[in-house]
């Protein structure tokens, strides 16, 4: 059944159809993040080359894939292979760019998915993700912090005390929380 499957793409084709993949998760800003900081360990970089070949073998395997089907499948290979989550809503997208390159090779429409090839490394050439870390707030002691974390410095205010208060807690209220109040010193 495989050689029968591997008949959907011409060989012609299965070769661009490979290099569609490729440029599509090369140009993916969460691969790119995996490879510069080595979420997949020592061979992030072969990982992501082994990715590139069973995603496209996923595709020629499977009849009728569906965008949610690809998704999982990304999503599990990043998860299992570099312990990584994406949640920056780039999984859908990319999943879709990959059903609609796969369709337009069987359509045979070769010379759409070679624009398609180049405007996404065009694309990735021109940008490169970065992660940012968050700069570090120095205080010259550990009430500073503690003080700028009360609600007070941020603009919001105390809850209303409730008159029955027994001093740091009270029973839960109608949605079922139970304010908790800080002691004064």
Known sequence: MAAHSRSVLSSGTSVLFHQSVQAVLQAWPVLQIVVDHGFGGSQSKEKV???????????????????????????????????????????????????????????????????????????????????????LVESSSESEVEEAMECGELGLQDPPVNSTSQGCSQGPDADGWTLVQRRRR
């Open 49 to 135: 080359d082994w990715m590139v070949d069973v995603v496209e073998r996923f595709f020629i395997d499977n009849k009728d894939l569906h965008k949610h089907e690809v998704e999982d499948f990304l999503e599990d290979i990043l998860n299992n292979e570099f312990n990584t989550l994406v949640e920056d809503g780039s999984l859908p997208q990319v999943s879709q760019q990959l059903c609609t390159l796969f369709h337009l090779c069987q359509s045979g429409r070769d010379a759409d998915v070679s624009d398609h090839i180049l405007q996404l490394l065009q694309a990735s050439s021109s940008t490169k993700a970065n992660v940012v870390q968050a700069p």
